[in-house]
Nanobody, 114 residues
Framework: QVQLVESGGGLVQAGGSLRLSCAAS???????MAWYRQAPGKQRELAAG???????NYADTVKGRFTIFRDNAQKMMYLQMNSLKPEDTAVYYC?????????WGQGTQVTISS
């Protein structure tokens, strides 16, 4: 079992930047990892994902603005978010799939003011 803890959320003006961090309690070297987000009244959706060998994928809505990366040695994953928009407001969740088992963090709130 891997515990995931997010940090870095907050309130920022439109056009600003935030970096989210996800700390894992165990090794993530073999894990597919991702950031999901859930806006009020909407379903949880994938924002960005990264495979164990570093291949990334992004939702069309964040492509070119968000960058996902990981540091396996430090058991960390990050989401650099630039050019933030009010529609990026959501709770952001860290996700890891390790040996077929899904793991979720508790979420961190990101609020973008216009």
């Amino acid at each position: 079992q891997v515990q995931l803890v997010e940090s870095g959320g907050g309130l920022v003006q439109a056009g600003g930047s935030l970096r989210l961090s996800c700390a894992a309690s165990g090794s993530i070297r073999a894990a597919y990892m991702a950031w999901y987000r859930q806006a009020p009244g909407k379903q949880r959706e994938l924002a960005a994902g990264i495979t164990d060998n570093g291949r990334t994928n992004y939702a069309d809505t964040v492509k070119g603005r968000f960058t996902i990366f990981r540091d396996n040695a430090q058991k960390m994953m990050y989401l650099q978010m630039n050019s933030l928009k009010p529609e990026d407001t959501a709770v952001y969740y860290c996700y890891a799939q390790l040996w077929g088992v899904p793991h979720w963090g508790q979420g961190t709130q990101v609020t973008i003011s216009s």
